[in-house]
């Protein structure tokens, strides 16, 4: 199993970005898929999550409505879009894929680097 993420960046607070992430390897449609992010100093957080019908989880404490995380299944993707980002938002940012059981994130990809100037 392979997850690709890519979209990170350097951007102004108030700039939108949009993360992808493509698996490999495994039968994505099936799969809960999630993105955490780990600020610098700081341990990994969870941000979202999709289910395999599409129901979402965010980490509102940390998102506040921002964030939006979607999946195409035909494309084996699945996305974190960020709207109105602060400099609080800076951190590499991970996607994972849960075990088919659905309790626990299995596969990770390398992570995507945002970084957010104010």
């Known amino acids: 199993v392979q997850l690709q993420a890519s979209g990170g960046g350097l951007v102004q607070a108030g700039d939108s970005l949009r993360l992808s992430c493509i698996a490999s390897g495994m039968l994505f449609r099936s799969r809960r898929m999630g993105w955490f992010r780990q600020a610098p100093g700081k341990e990994r957080e969870f941000v979202a999550e999709?289910?395999?019908?599409?129901?979402?989880?965010y980490n509102e404490d940390s998102v506040k409505g921002r964030f939006t995380i979607s999946r195409d299944n035909a494309k084996n993707t699945v996305y974190l879009k960020m709207n109105g980002l602060e400099a609080e938002d800076t951190a590499v940012y991970y996607c994972?894929?849960?075990?088919?059981?659905?309790?626990?994130?299995?596969?990770w990809g390398q992570g995507t680097l945002v970084t957010v100037s104010s």
């Open positions: 994972a894929a849960k075990s088919i059981t659905g309790y626990t994130w299995d596969y």
């Open positions: 999709i289910g395999v019908n599409g129901a979402t989880t």
